[in-house]
């Protein structure tokens, strides 16, 4: 069996399927304290179609996910806390997704938040390189798409030394003081990336938040 590098938290299906796609129960909160109402979210329809297989979605769960605070790419701006929220997607193949949101305090919060993820998501070619000297890194940025205060798409293509090559899409979008961000990914290169069906599943998920 090949090596696979974990570039992201979407190297194909394996980061997802290691994680046991935590479908685990909503975090409790503090006792006392309100549970925050998650924004709405992705279902599995909304996924780009997968050839060969369906997807199913896991549970809407506050808080941070632990594969998303392990990512170079959205770690750093996605650490989760109160007013986060994540939901994973996956087939019976070799694709997976995720989406997170997050509820800021305000539209100044918000948009910093989203210049952030921006910033990471650019830089992340290079820091994987940086700390994987056997793995190639390669964004591209695949514009702006007009849904409520705006969105982003971006994609990675990663290959190792010894032959491994995956693709990601991401999307970082705002509705208000709620930043949204989606994350899917598979075995592949550029040419494998359906992304005029994850543009339409971006506009969906801005949509859905409110």
Not at 7 to 29: D, E, I, N, Q
């Amino acid at each position: 069996m090949s090596r696979r590098i974990r570039a992201g938290t979407l190297t194909g299906l394996t980061a997802l399927t290691a994680a046991g796609l935590a479908l685990g129960a909503v975090l409790a909160a503090p006792a006392g304290a309100a549970t925050p109402r998650p924004p709405g979210f992705l279902s599995a329809a909304d996924l780009p179609p997968q050839p060969g297989s369906s997807w199913t979605a896991g549970r809407i769960t506050a808080g941070a996910s632990p594969e998303v605070e392990a990512d170079r790419c959205l770690g750093p701006a996605l650490g989760g806390g109160r007013g986060s929220w994540y939901r994973d997607f996956r087939t019976d193949l070799d694709a997976g997704a995720r989406q997170v949101s997050v509820e800021l305090a305000s539209v100044t919060a918000a948009k910093g938040r989203v210049a952030r993820v921006e910033r990471d998501i650019k830089s992340c070619a290079a820091r994987i390189e940086r700390a994987e000297p056997e793995v190639e890194a390669t964004l591209r940025d695949f514009g702006r798409l007009n849904v409520e205060e705006g969105a982003h798409v971006f994609g990675l293509h990663t290959e190792t030394s010894w032959g491994a090559t995956d693709i990601r899409l991401f999307s970082v979008g705002r509705d208000g003081t709620t930043v949204t961000v989606v994350d899917w990914g598979r075995m592949g290169d550029f040419r494998d990336a359906p992304l005029k069906a994850f543009k339409k599943t971006t506009v969906t998920a801005v949509k859905k938040l409110h």
